[in-house]
Structure formats: structure tokens, C-alpha cells
């Protein structure tokens, strides 16, 4: 990738800064414990190597609500470290007091339908309701509860009325393939299944009844089911089923928050599970309260009153990170539908009539909004817009430089990393420093991250392997099913023993910015050097009749390699031999004569993950002659059938 620009895309105004949420900590900070920080970069400084210090003061700013006391912020080490043990406290509990008549807890569209407001009282109802229900299934702390069900507000409602009562929280989207979500639920042998029998997206609807009565057959552990229904009266299935606008019509039940141990299950989120069975990931209650209050509140700017937006679903960590903005006083938004029906001005034109102030979106989506010539709605209409946020895969510089030419001016844009594993981000947005293209501005407060080399040394201005060298309260408590932390231990401290490592190829930049080149474990290694894919995919996108692209290296015997590039053009068009030269002048003008791929070939489809990542690792494995049931769970993709193309190659 070229070197990072010398002038900022935009320069946060001094009324920015002063009202920055960051800057209201760091002078509380003076106030209260005598610190001063010249710079971002001195306080993350701070935060990371006194990182009992800068978790305890979380804890008094946010107020924390809890019972008991801790003696230690923080003892042990990574994966077992332990935090504030001694505590008991709850996530809902801290959501519903922000509960205010001033502003609607959630607002809400799906693509078939006008918006809609749920305000606090309505979703204390609900949520207090189900509660009840639950009591009446002798739910208790540490039961399961798995929904089944879309972005939509009763997901919400489950969520929290779940969380409220120290149960244990799981999602999957009806758009995952059932395979797919059995073998995610039937790892945590759920009690109660909340599900909705249909769905809509990109203008059609999907019967989902035999899914449901599917998962019911794979699920012996349930008890019963709460269905959200589109038909008048429920099916039979072989466990008891209860329509929710049954369970959730008592107008009189008491609203419970049971405070759990700091490191309590909040809930289960899984891996993407593209090369086996996915991991089944807990992450607690104090861990998550910390890191969302923290994330959303300094590196978001999320204030009372905002309108915060994510276009997600159940199935991806961004669903439970939205939840978030509830934390810090903010209006959830969510959407229900396809980002690209009618066409792929919808969300801009939602954010418009939604008056959103935060909008979180895919790195993917933006492209696709260049690729597609989209202009999204008039600049007069997106007053209240005032940041976007990017995640998912790395946003090139063109995304940067789109949204400012396009969407707004005076915008600031947040691109941000993390994962699954801490449902949250280790690098992203800062209200106060500048915004160059291509470039995340800075690492998260508390986030020990570094670029180290393989021998484990820490390295400026290079490529690394991106590292966390400190534990951090929202790494998994644990993987479910997995008591000897067998998997856990495999899955990030195999190559740095003690140190995380998180298999992003990354490098900090002179201003302490950072750049992500794609996962290190797909990294394309030419001769010797490495290559990021992202760098393929960057040039790629240039050429108009190309609509997506996969690339991987395959190392050969004596020495040598053959780096296919896998492309799929635009409706209408076929790869020619100019094409193919267009290509290859845009990738080695734009890099280097070794970014060139050795063959270019047209394929149907580029294989995807459900939360939407490219599979490049199994495309590779199985093309050295890998046996494809050992490599790649074909469940766990959302296009499964874009693999015969490549299943082709191999027989």
C-alpha cells in the first residue's frame, strides 16, 4: 500500500474537541487523580502499560453499579486473567437506567415498512413480560436462551430481558443456512428458543416454519418455544410453543436485574466456523459493560439523545455492540432488510429520514456504493450526520476519500477493527485527531496493540503481526465446552506464548495511526514477500467491469508459487485478455510487479462467511489437494454454492 497521505481528509474543529467525550475524561482525569496527557498517544500510553489504573477509573466515571468489592482490578495472565473479582453487577441494568421520556429507546424500519419508535416504557413492558414468562420455565442464572430471529426490536427485548435475569444470551439470523445454526445452538443446549417463522429481505419473503420445527427435532434441551408469527395460529411442533404477543402483554410485571460475578456469562457469540465446528465464545457481563461504555463512549462520541446506527444482523458481534449505545444515553436505530434493495441508496436515504447521527456500516457496502455510481442522499438531508463508521474488512483510501466527496464534507469517518473474540474494536475512531485516508487513526484506550515481527519484535513503520500484549476485561471468558482452554489457548497464543495474537498483518505508522492489510493468515507470500490481499483487492477495484475478487498463493516445491487471482464481472461482461491486462497494469502501477497475479480466471461467485468476510484460507487449502470436509464447513458460508467452482479445480 502506498505511504499514508501527508494532509488530512478532515481536521476535528476546536468546538469538536471541546465537547469530545474524550476530553471530558481526560479532564476529569486532572481533576480527580492529578494525570495530564499532552497527546492521545501519552494517555494511551498510560492506559495500556497502568492498565489497572485506567480500568479502575472506568469504573468510577461510569458509576458501575454493583454489589460486594474487588481487592485487585486484575489478576493473572492471558487467557485466565480475572477481573474486579468480588463484584456483582448486570448489562441491562446499566442500559435501563438511561431509560428517559426524552428520546425513544429504539427506533426502527424494516424495508417493507414505515419507521417506528419504541420508547423506554414500551420496552420496559416488554422486556419485563418476558422476564416473567421466563420465571414461569424456572429460567435461572447460566440457562441458555437462543433467538432465532432478525434485527429487529423484539430481538432486543429477548436480549435484555434474558441478560436482566443472568441467563445466558445466543443469536443467529434466519438468512444463516440451517446446518449453520444447529451447530452453533446445539453446542449450548439451549432452554427456550425465541424465533420468528418468516422473514423479508431484498423485496421477497422467506418461509422459515420448517427451519423452525428443524431446529425444535436438533434442540432435545428445549422446553419450549416463543414465536413471533406471521400466521394466526401457531404450528404444532414437538415442544410447547407461545406466541409472543402473548408472553409479552402483561402490563404489570416487575422489571428484574439479578447482579451477577464480573466475569458471569453474558452471552455466546461464535467464529466463523469456515474450517470446523465454530468456537462458541463467552464473554461476560463486566467485561463487555466495560469495553462498551469505554468504546462507544470515547472513540464513537456516542452522546444522550444521539441516534446511533449499525446495519447488522443477529448472526454478526456488531448487533451486540449497537446494543451499546444504550450505555451511553443514545437512541438504538436498526434496520431490517437487504442494504441494496431497491438499490444501495436505501440506507443513506434511511439515515436521512431517521435523523441518524452515527452510522456504522461494512467496508464492503461502501465499495459496493462506488462500484454502483451511488450518490447518496442530498448533503441538506444528512444535517444530523456527523460521523461513519467502517468495519468488517479494511476500507481502502478510495472508500476514505468516497464518503467525503460524496456523502459529506464536514464528516467524521471512523474506520475501525476488532472482532468476535472482544465484541469490540482494538483500533479505531478518535473525535479529536485528524482523519487521513487509509489509515485508522489511532489504537483504543487500554488496547495494548503492536506490530511485531516473527522472532516477537515489536516494530514502527513496518508490517507485523498485530499482537495484544496485555489482557483486556472483554477477551473471552472462556469458549464454551472447552475446560482445559484447549481451543481458546490454540485459537490466539500458539505462535507468542502469553501474547495474543490476533492474525491481522498490520503497521503502525509514524503518527501512531494504523494500517490493516488483511488477515496474516492469508497473507500472500511471493519469493519471500508478503503480500496483503488487500492490496489486490484494491487495485481490482478500479477496473469498472470487475464486480469482485479472491486471491491466494500457493507455495510449490523448490521454491516456487502460483498466485491465482479468482474474479467475478459485472452482469453482462466477460473476462478478456484486455480485461485481464487492465487488470495487471492497475495492480503494478498501483504496487509492484510482484502484486501481479500469475493467471486471472473468471469464476461465478466469491465464497463469503455469513458475518461477510472472503474465505480466502479454506479456497487455499483446498487447491494444495486438502480434503474439503476438513477444511471448510460449508454451513458457515452465506454463498455455500460459490465453492463448486473451486471443488472443480481440485477433481
Known sequence: MPPPSM?????????????????????????????????????????????????????????????????????GTMPRAQWFEGTRLNYAEHIFRQATDAHPAIIFQREDGPLQETAWATL??????????????????????????????????????????????????????????????????????????????GGKTFDKQSVVQELVHALPSLQCVIL?????????????????????????????????????????????????????????????????????????????????????????????YIHGSLLAGGTMVLYDGSPGYPDLNVLWKFAAQARIHHFGTSAGFILACIKAGI???????????????????????????WIYRTVKHDLWLASMSGGTDVCSAFVGGNPTLPVYAGEIQCR?????????????????????????TRPMPSMPVYFWNDPDFKRYTESYFEMFPDIWRH???????????????????????????????????????????????????????????????????????ALTDDIRKKINTAIRSDYSPRHVPDEIIAVPDVPYTISGKKTETPVKKILQGKDPKAVLNTGSLKNPASMDFFLGLVK
Open 503 to 573: 492474525g491481522d498483518w498490520i503497521q503502525l505508522t509514524p503518527r501512531q495511526g494504523v494500517i490493516i492489510y488483511g488477515r496474516s493468515d492469508a497473507t500472500l507470500n511471493r519469493g519471500g514477500v508478503r503480500i496483503g490481499t488487500s492490496e489486490i483487492y484494491r487495485a481490482v477495484d478500479k477496473v469498472k467491469e470487475v464486480k469482485d475478487s479472491l486471491v491466494i498463493c500457493l507455495e510449490k516445491s523448490g521454491g516456487e508459487f502460483w498466485m491465482p487471482l479468482f474474479v467475478v464481472m459485472q452482469d453482462g461482461i
Open 228 to 320: 413471533l408469527s406471521t400466521q394466526p395460529a401457531p404450528p404444532t411442533l414437538s415442544k410447547p410453543v407461545v406466541l409472543w404477543q402473548d408472553v409479552t402483554k402483561s402490563t404489570d410485571a416487575p422489571l428484574q436485574f439479578a447482579r451477577v460475578p464480573f466475569s458471569h456469562p453474558l452471552w455466546i457469540l461464535y467464529s466463523s466456523g469456515t474450517t470446523g465446528l465454530p468456537k462458541a465464545i463467552v464473554q461476560g457481563h463486566g467485561g463487555i459493560l466495560l469495553e462498551h461504555l469505554k468504546y462507544g463512549t470515547f472513540h464513537n462520541d456516542f452522546k444522550a439523545g444521539e441516534r446511533c446506527f449499525w446495519y447488522t444482523t443477529t448472526g454478526w458481534m456488531m448487533w451486540n
Open 375 to 401: 450518490h447518496p442522499a442530498a448533503p441538506g438531508d444528512l444535517t444530523a450526520l456527523r460521523s461513519v463508521s467502517s468495519t468488517g474488512s479494511t476500507l481502502p483510501p478510495e472508500g476514505f476519500e
Open 7 to 75: 494532509q488530512p481528509l478532515w481536521i476535528p474543529s476546536e468546538e469538536t474537541i471541546q465537547q469530545s467525550n474524550l476530553l471530558r475524561y481526560t479532564q476529569w482525569l486532572a481533576r480527580t487523580r492529578n494525570l495530564s496527557f499532552a497527546t492521545y498517544e501519552a494517555l494511551w500510553q498510560w492506559s495500556t502499560a497502568q492498565a489497572g489504573d485506567f480500568w479502575q477509573s472506568l469504573w468510577e466515571y461510569f458509576d458501575i453499579q454493583h454489589d460486594g468489592s474487588y481487592q485487585h482490578v486484575v489478576t
Open 124 to 201: 420496559r413492558q416488554q422486556v419485563a413480560s418476558l422476564q416473567q414468562f421466563f420465571r414461569t420455565q424456572n429460567i435461572t442464572t447460566g440457562d441458555r436462551i437462543a433467538a432465532y430471529m432478525p434485527g429487529i426490536p423484539e430481538a432486543s427485548a429477548a436480549f435484555l430481558a434474558t441478560s436482566g435475569l443472568g441467563a445466558v444470551w445466543s443469536s443467529c439470523s434466519p438468512d444463516f443456512g440451517t446446518p449453520a445454526v444447529i451447530d452453533r445452538f446445539a453446542q449450548i443446549e439451549p432452554k427456550i428458543l425465541v424465533a420468528v417463522d418468516a422473514y423479508t429481505y
Open 444 to 468: 483504543a484506550l487500554g488496547c495494548s496493540l503492536e506490530a511485531w515481527s516473527e522472532d516477537g519484535q515489536p516494530l514502527l513503520d513496518e508490517v507485523g503481526e498485530m499482537v495484544i
